[in-house]
């Protein structure tokens, strides 16, 4: 495999689904719809069959656990090419956006910053300002807390202005689920949470960090790219043709 294919096995390995199954080099997932990366296949690598074959697995795999079919992949990668050709469409209706970067970037230690914190546990707040409406389920919280977590959470004036997670995979640092609430926006608190993960990473021994983020999320990329992160490869979503036998209720999860 290829640095960026390495790259998407720890991403997965940091957002664990309750439930996967090997398909050759690929991986399939579900975690009861939240979100696109724990409820797609990882598609990189061999899949250990032809792509036909292992398309017809994925959508199996996805039917029977009542999800939309849906392969994550590189984008341009021969895995791509096999996929388009195929038939399979581009998940244009999935919700956050179905063309992803993949940024990094290396880690160092940040000044503390006032009311930030990052814990080993997630605190009620850091659960209410995580789940968005209706994504509380058993499901969205065995993907949140699978692996090595840090939870970092910023309180101004007795409320949780802001949140973050962290999870660590080898020697990276996986970054997630950056929120701060609307009224607690341009004071600086994303760039102190960001720095507080940071910190939490190099001292459990974690050199470089990595994020994903839509295509069209132009302020989220903005703020990245002043912290240091630069693109490293991007990936898309894929589902069956609308009409086709394979074909379900297009997810439109994150």
Request: proline share 7%; with cysteine; charged share 20%.
């Amino acid at each position: 495999m290829n640095a960026a294919e390495m790259l998407e096995i720890r991403c997965s390995r940091a957002w664990p689904p309750p439930a996967e199954e090997p398909l050759g080099d690929w991986v399939l997932r579900w975690a009861d719809g939240f979100t696109g990366r724990a409820n797609s296949a990882l598609a990189v690598g061999d899949a250990g069959r032809p792509v036909p074959e292992a398309l017809r697995a994925v959508c199996d795999f996805a039917h029977d656990r009542g999800i939309q079919p849906m392969v994550q992949v590189l984008r341009d990668s021969p895995n791509e090419r096999a996929i388009v050709a195929e038939g399979w469409v581009q998940a244009t209706r999935h919700r956050r956006g179905h063309e992803v970067v993949v940024l990094t970037a290396p880690l160092a230690a940040a000044p503390a910053a006032d009311g930030v914190t990052v814990s080993d546990e997630p605190s009620d707040a850091w659960w209410g300002r995580t789940l968005g409406p209706g994504e509380d389920s058993p499901a969205a919280r065995r993907v949140l807390t699978g692996g090595k977590v840090g939870y970092g959470v910023a309180t101004l004036g007795g409320a949780t202005a802001g949140v973050v997670r962290g999870a660590l995979v080898d020697d990276w640092l996986h970054v997630g689920r950056l929120e701060v609430a609307p009224d607690f926006r341009r004071r600086g608190l994303a760039s102190a949470l960001m720095g507080a993960l940071g910190t939490w990473g190099v001292e459990h021994g974690a050199g470089r960090a990595v994020l994903q983020v839509a295509e069209g999320n132009e302020g989220a990329l903005a703020l990245y790219s002043g912290l240091g992160y630069a693109p490293h490869h991007r990936y898309r979503y894929w589902v069956p043709a609308p009409g086709s036998h394979s074909a379900g209720e297009e997810d439109s999860t994150s």
